[in-house]
């Protein structure tokens, strides 16, 4: 399966709309346990060309309110 150059319309993870989505080389640290704005962030191992990237799906609570029922979750 070729690797997706752009970012799809709905996360590839859980399938929901999301507000946002940013593209990281590198490490780095997600903290959502006080944000108003956003409750689930989605990762997506990607490529960019040769170089290998997360892309982080940022959804907000109400996105993720409506989300497929099939998905899995443990909250
Ligand atoms: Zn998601």
Known sequence: MAAREEPPARC?????MYDSVSVHES???VNLLDNER????C??????GATPIIRFYHHT???ADTESTD???TE
């Open 12 to 16: 590839p993870v859980c399938e929901t």
């Open 27 to 29: 490490g780095l640290m």
């Open 38 to 41: 956003y409750r689930r962030v």
């Open 43 to 48: 990762f997506e191992p990607a490529t960019r």
């Open 61 to 63: 609570h109400e996105q």
């Open 71 to 73: 998905d899995v979750r």
